[in-house]
């Protein structure tokens, strides 16, 4: 099981990104998805999650400007972030909670992280 993410990138204040997240591999049943973000010198942080019933949650900071999606029949998770602001600047991270085949427990999963700079 694993998780391969996209999309990241330089863009000035202002701009948009999307970010792109697919979970492959023998997957029983996925949880919930969502991006972590990570900057320099900081804790990691929840920006947006979905379940699988396409319930959304977002950190405050975020509200407004980005907004995570999902199709659970393609087993990925987007997240459209729009009027990036300099402070935006991070890793992002995909997360998923994924119980694998012949399992019955979820366990956490990260993709690999895609830098996103924006520029002031």
């Known amino acids: 099981v694993q998780l391969q993410a996209s999309g990241g990138g330089l863009v000035q204040a202002g701009g948009s990104l999307r970010l792109s997240c697919t979970a492959s591999g023998s997957i029983s049943r996925l949880g919930v998805m969502g991006w972590h973000r990570q900057a320099p010198g900081k804790l990691r942080e929840l920006v947006a999650s979905a379940t699988s019933i396409l319930s959304t949650d977002y950190t405050d ?11 659970n029949a393609k087993n990925t998770v987007w997240l459209q972030m729009d009027s990036l602001k300099p402070e935006d600047t991070a890793i992002y991270y995909c997360h998923a ?15 690999q992280g895609t830098l996103v700079t924006v520029s002031s």
């Open 61 to 71: 900071s975020v509200k407004g400007r980005f907004t995570i999606s999902r199709d």
């Open 97 to 111: 909670q994924i119980t694998p085949m012949l399992s019955v427990y979820a366990s956490d999963y990260w993709g």
